[in-house]
Structures are given as structure tokens and as C-alpha cells.
């Protein structure tokens, strides 16, 4: 069996790995360099802390195979609410967690301070704290799934944009190329690329904004304020700062961070500890939505299959979901439940859906 894989980010590398290893010819384009795009700009937190049981099973063997490759940093992750009234909504959430196996606790605001001194716990109201969690580094990530997919005989193209000739035809630069399946992995470049071979996708861009700081002395936890929508994660001596969501054109995009993000993301950071943090520098990515929120995974037409709409949890998500896609391309039960095939399946979309890239039902998309 040949299988193309278009896209050479965290889960297209898993994938063209997982399939290789099932004795399938597989040859990876990249438009760009490995792990350009999402991959590289990702935060790289990464957690288990899941109320929904098959989400819960995704994130526990992602994090299962990132410590096999010695690729995932422990570091314990907060998320935590600052209005009245969401208490019982967080104990509720770490209640499902743990019925599913999760090491996830409620922690009180004093023994988060006690925990953290650096951190401003007065305001909060509810807090949880997932201890199996831990963080990555995206370039180092990159370079172990490339090592990984060249080692089981993945033939890696970089500098190759590709397109759609036929759902299993590659053409590139050189020519055309038919394989017996394709698996697009190339995030909002999806889109366009399966619309060459006559595929809608209910697939949008988002432009998310990141920034590390000067370093600091101190301990904190990767951390979600789920009121002020900001997180962080430690990145060193330092903080790794992300938010700043809005619908972006992934064909005329920014990918130098707002001035305005910057500052104001400080502010967060400031009133959310006792630093007085400086930016090192930022950056923007690009992130996939769907209109349900769950990624769009499986076939599309026959032999070509779509990985994609992320959500901005594909660096975390990637290991199982590049082994997924590699098991149903062959053929094979999925390891982590059946049911995943139902529920990301690409085609219960028409594909010519209006919606909010980022949760607002009311919004005109």
C-alpha cells in the first residue's frame, strides 16, 4: 500500500510513523519546513484533564506516548475560575475527571498559594489542578516524529507544495503521482487542498497571539484562567503567555504579535501573580475550528482522508490522533475506542457551514 501524507506537523509526522509501521510506503510533503506551521508556534501544554470519557481516553494516550519518546516535561496544570457561582461547575468537571481515571484534584485557593506563592490566589473562586500533565518543546518534538518516520523508511519532501490532480493523485512540481490513499494533515491548508479534489470541509482559522517572557525567580504551574480566557505555561526560567483569539483569512495573515495583545496579556500576567513580567518576544499562530469543536478525522472520498480542526489541541492531541488515522487508513480497529470514528467523522458536515470559528453562537460567519 502508498500513502501520501500532506502536512508535516506533529500529527502528519505521527501518522506517516504509525503507517510505516504497518508496512505501508508512505511519502510526507511539506509545503514548507517540518513543523512550520501550528506545530511550531504551539504553547506545548499538554493534559489529561478531560470531563468527556473518549476525550479523556485521547489526551491519557497522547501523554502515554510522548513519555514513551521522552518528549513530555511533568508540570502539573491549574485552571481556575475568578467569578462566584463556578465552584460546583469545576467540581463537577473533576468529579467526570476522576470516574475516568484522571489524577486530577479540586484544590482550594490557600493551598494554591501555599503551592505557588508567586501566584495571586485572592480572587479566585474554584480551582482544579491535573498532576499527570507535563509540557513539550515543539521543536524538539518535531525533530524526535522525523527521526521516528525516517528510521520505519518515510520518505520526507520538504519545500514540496502539493496539490489534488484526483482524491489520490498528488501533483507536485515534478509531476503527478497516484497513490492508494492520501491523508491531509496540512491544518487550514486542508481546506483548499481536499477542495481540489471536489471536498467541502466545515473547517475555519483562527488567529491565536503568544508571547515568552524575560525570565523570572519563582515556581508556577502551567495555569488556564478560564475567566480572563488566558494561560500560561513555564518555559524555563520564564513564562510562555498565550490568548488573543480572533477569526484571521489563513491566506492573509499576520504572524508577528499585536502590540496591543502584548501589553495586554502583561497586564493579565500582572494581576494574576506577583511578577512584573517583560516580553522576550511573541508571535501569532493559526488554529482550525469546527462548528461542534471536534476535529475532523477520516475519510472524505475514497482514499482520501483529512486530520484537521484542532481546536488548538493538536500538538497535545497528536500521538493518538496520528495513530488513529494511520489505523483506520488501513483498516484496523482504532486502540482507543470505535466510537471515535462516529464522532470526528468529516462528513457529518455539509461543509458550507456559517459559524464562529471561536464559540460565539450568535455571530454572522
Not at 72 to 93: F, K, M, N
Request: charged share 25%; aromatic share 8%.
Amino acid at each position: 500500500m502508498r500513502v501520501a501524507v500532506a502536512g508535516g506537523g506533529a500529527v502528519g509526522l505521527v501518522a506517516a510513523g504509525d503507517l510505516a509501521d504497518r508496512g505501508v510506503d508512505v511519502t510526507l510533503y511539506e509545503r514548507d519546513e517540518l513543523g512550520s506551521g501550528a506545530t511550531g508556534r504551539a504553547a506545548g501544554i499538554c493534559y489529561d484533564a478531560f470531563a468527556g470519557k473518549l476525550d479523556a481516553a485521547v489526551a491519557d494516550r497522547a501523554l502515554a506516548r510522548y513519555r514513551e519518546w521522552g518528549l513530555l516535561e511533568p508540570c502539573p496544570y491549574v485552571w481556575a475560575a475568578r467569578e462566584r457561582g463556578d465552584e460546583t461547575a469545576i467540581r463537577g468537571q473533576v468529579e467526570e475527571m476522576r470516574a475516568h481515571g484522571r489524577a486530577v484534584e479540586r484544590i482550594s485557593p490557600a493551598e494554591l498559594g501555599d503551592r505557588y506563592p508567586t501566584l495571586r490566589t485572592e480572587g479566585i473562586e474554584a480551582a482544579g489542578i491535573a498532576t499527570a500533565a507535563g509540557v513539550l518543546d515543539p521543536d524538539a518534538v518535531v525533530t524526535r516524529l522525523v527521526e521516528r518516520a525516517r528510521a520505519r523508511g518515510v520518505t520526507v519532501e520538504m519545500t514540496a507544495p502539493v496539490s489534488l490532480a484526483e482524491p489520490t493523485t498528488v501533483e507536485t512540481s515534478s509531476g503527478k503521482r497516484d497513490f492508494d490513499a492520501v491523508v491531509a494533515a496540512a491544518g487550514p491548508a486542508t481546506k483548499p487542498l481536499v477542495a481540489d479534489a471536489g471536498v467541502s470541509l466545515a473547517l475555519k482559522a483562527y488567529r491565536t497571539q503568544a508571547l515568552v517572557t524575560d525570565p523570572f525567580e519563582g515556581a508556577l504551574p502551567s495555569f488556564y484562567d478560564a475567566t480572563a480566557e488566558f494561560y500560561w505555561r513555564p518555559h524555563g526560567d520564564a513564562l510562555l503567555v498565550g490568548g488573543g483569539a480572533h477569526a484571521a483569512d489563513p491566506a492573509d495573515w499576520d504572524a508577528e504579535a499585536d502590540p496591543a495583545f502584548v501589553e495586554s496579556i502583561l497586564e493579565d500576567v500582572r494581576a494574576a501573580t506577583t511578577l512584573d513580567p517583560t516580553a522576550d518576544r511573541a508571535w501569532a499562530g493559526l488554529c482550525t475550528a469546527t462548528p461542534d469543536r471536534d476535529p475532523l478525522v477520516g475519510r472524505v472520498a475514497d482514499g482520501l482522508w483529512v486530520a484537521t480542526g484542532w481546536q488548538g489541541h493538536g500538538l497535545m492531541r497528536a500521538p493518538a490522533m496520528g495513530e488513529f488515522v494511520a489505523e483506520r487508513v488501513c483498516g484496523t480497529s482504532p486502540r482507543i475506542d470505535a466510537a471515535l470514528s462516529d464522532r470526528f467523522d468529516p462528513t457529518r458536515f455539509d461543509g458550507d457551514e456559517q459559524f464562529d470559528p471561536l464559540g460565539d453562537p450568535t455571530a454572522d460567519w
